[in-house]
């Protein structure tokens, strides 16, 4: 009888997380995730909005896996206007 070592593999998987500020309080994920995606994978999108009515709080974040892509698309957009406002696009800040 042969007896087999098992190999447990975790994978670590580090996103950029990105703040996107100053947003048209109309914008939809989708639309958000199609400009970030002219500079690489988008691997999440999340407009926040108001728990009791439901509108855009006017920001975002958005998650990239490449940190490459993801700081030429807050070089690319940062200040750049979307559906009429001038965007804020940083690096987010983690809670601590």
């Known amino acids: 009888m042969r007896s087999f070592a098992t190999q447990i593999y975790f994978f670590n998987f580090y996103f950029m997380n990105i703040y996107v500020g100053n947003l048209n309080y109309r914008i939809r994920e989708d ?4 400009v970030m995606e002219q500079y690489g994978a988008v691997d999440s ?3 926040i909005k108001d728990r009791e009515t439901g509108r855009s ?3 975002a974040f958005v998650e990239m ?3 490459d892509e993801a700081k030429k698309a807050i070089e690319g ?3 750049k206007e979307l559906q009429g406002r001038q965007m804020v696009v940083k690096e987010a800040i ?3």
């Open 65 to 67: 896996q490449d940190d």
């Open 77 to 79: 957009l940062n200040e």
């Open 45 to 47: 999108v999340k407009v």
């Open 57 to 59: 709080k006017g920001f």
């Open 31 to 34: 639309d958000l995730k199609s």
């Open 94 to 96: 983690p809670k601590k």
